[in-house]
């Protein structure tokens, strides 16, 4: 069963920030997250494992809450190359290794 | 230094004809995985393999075929191709452990 992304598109200005959030009816061993540009494939942002374990880039973090199988991802001072497409993708059991994505969060950054 | 190439990068087909999609990497990993992207679904997986013939179905497999007889390639192969089978098409690898899916540039299918 697919993970509910909120909300389904957001626009903002250079300099603000945004949350993304992902929910999931199932029992979650790790989020992923991803961007993906126009045309192009998605790319790897991060991935958070049960237990809180967090890896990230900077001005991009995430948070997932276990009890809730919910995730957030936060975007702090955005800029135009954070606009994109938004992907959170599940993993329901510890070495599962497949991953059930959300429909997306279509982000985008104006000057 | 891709690390994971598809071909090809575009087709058009006919309905009835069978289609294969070819997914190379060279990074060794042991998952790969086929997904597709349409617009309002987001991407949805086809099939994955867990090592050399070792394949499994994914949510949405039907009309669709894999095979993997070696570690660095994973087929897709769609039987009979059909108007809803037109997508874009997602090859992805992943390392054992936790992290990320590295995709593939993608191959835009239109059945015709």
């Known amino acids: 069963q697919q993970p509910v992304q909120s909300p389904q598109a957001v626009i903002l200005r250079e300099g603000e920030d945004a949350v993304i959030n992902c929910s999931s009816s199932?029992?979650?061993?790790?989020v992923h997250w991803y961007r993906q540009k126009h045309g192009e494939a998605p790319v790897f942002l991060m991935i958070l494992l049960k237990g809180g374990e967090q890896k990230g880039h900077e001005k991009i973090s995430a948070s997932f809450n276990e009890k809730k199988q919910q995730s957030s991802l936060y975007l702090t001072a955005s800029q135009l190359s954070y606009s994109g497409t938004y992907f959170c993708?599940?993993?329901?059991?510890?070495?599962?290794?497949?991953?059930?994505f959300g429909k997306g969060t279509k982000l985008s950054v104006i000057p | 230094d891709a690390g994971i190439t598809q071909s090809p990068r575009h087709k058009v087909t006919e309905t009835g004809t069978p289609v294969t999609l070819r997914c190379h990497q060279t990074e060794n990993h042991r998952y790969m995985y086929w997904y597709r992207q349409d617009p309002g679904h987001g991407l949805r997986l086809i099939h994955y393999?867990?090592?050399?013939?070792?394949?499994d179905k994914g949510e949405v497999s039907d009309g669709y075929s894999v095979s993997r007889s070696k570690t660095e390639d994973f087929l897709l192969t769609l039987e009979s191709a059909t108007s809803s089978q037109t997508s874009v098409y997602f090859c992805a690898i992943s390392g054992k452990g936790y992290y990320g899916y590295t995709f593939g540039s993608g191959t835009r299918l239109t059945v015709v």
């Open positions: 393999s867990y090592g050399v013939k070792d394949t």
């Open positions: 993708g599940t993993e329901a059991g510890a070495g599962s290794y497949q991953l059930t």
């Open positions: 199932k029992a979650l061993y790790s």
